[in-house]
């Protein structure tokens, strides 16, 4: 990664961290953090109604569809059918032109009453893993809680070690990113997610560029996670399974229309002509666990 992708690529960074003022470290909680850095809690997601069109393109059709807090949900479909943008909604990135979205009963898009709630806190685990080179696995962990000025160092140090045994790779802190395989990379960006303490955590294509193997390995992960970490994960992915493997509960998003969801038992069973295509050609017949 070049210096100008690394720049950007933390303003990327920058743009997908929610929910906290960045403020400067206080005195308070136990001395350590800032008040804010609270422990997470798994939110409930309600989409109502949600449409979206870029021009003529009518992108997202009257989805409904509900992820109830702690859920481990995915969403599968072709491409260019719209899962990209509706995880852009759920994370305030694009905005719709009707329908809402209540994360723990509150319209994300409406105005903030003054005694709201704290708002919910979310991060990206990105395809790429989007990792800095130039720095150690545990300096890329607890980037953001530094910059911030989130917690104080001792406290930072902990925080790194206690995320990278949450993803199995405890005393990896000095390692440098550049030396990892492309499953490590995964969990360390994994783990550097999990040191904002999110409510919510979106997975785009976590599998991708990755061997079965590892994407097993990759699984198990996410789904020990789920044991420890009271948090909803949300995972797009064309790789179906991984994604019933992993996820209580899958959604398929076809030309923009919600046409299933259930469990993945659920949807292996459908009787939709258009979901037992996309799942037999998307696993080459093979059924998954
Ligand atoms: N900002 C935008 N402006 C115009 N069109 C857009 C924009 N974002 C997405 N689209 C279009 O919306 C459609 C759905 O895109 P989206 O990225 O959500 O698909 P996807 O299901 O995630 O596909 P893939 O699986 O290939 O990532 C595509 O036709 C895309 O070109």
Sequence with gaps: ??????????GMLEKLVHGFPGSVFEEENQGEC???????????????MLNKSFGDLHVLKDID???????TFSIIGPSGTGKSVLLKHIVKLVKPDSGRILIDGHDIFAKKPKDAPREYRYSMVFQTSALF???????????WLREKRICNEARIRRIIRQKLRLVGLEGKE?????????????????ARSLA????????????AE???????????????????????????SHDLNFAFYLSDRVAMIHEGRI??????????????????????????????A
């Design 34 to 48: 800032i008040a804010e850095y609270t422990e997470p809690h798994g939110v409930d997601i309600r989409i109502e």
């Design 259 to 288: 046409i299933e969801i259930g469990t993945p038992a659920e949807l292996k069973a459908s009787e939709n002509p258009v979901v037992k295509n996309f799942i037999f050609t998307t696993t080459k017949g093979i059924t998954g």
């Design 174 to 190: 000095d390692f440098m990113t550049s030396e990892l395989s492309g499953g490590m990379k995964k969990r360390v960006a994994i």
């Design 210 to 236: 990755l061997d079965p193997v590892t994407s097993d390995e990759l699984a198990r992960v996410i789904m020990d996670l789920k044991k420890e970490v009271n948090l909803t994960s949300i995972i797009v």
């Design 133 to 143: 080179n130039s720095l150690t696995v545990g300096e890329n962990v607890g980037l």
């Design 1 to 10: 990664m070049t210096k100008v992708e690394e720049q950007d690529n933390k």
């Design 196 to 207: 904002m303490n999110p409510d919510l955590i979106l997975y785009d294509e976590p599998t």
């Design 65 to 71: 569809l509900e992820i109830r807090a702690g859920e």
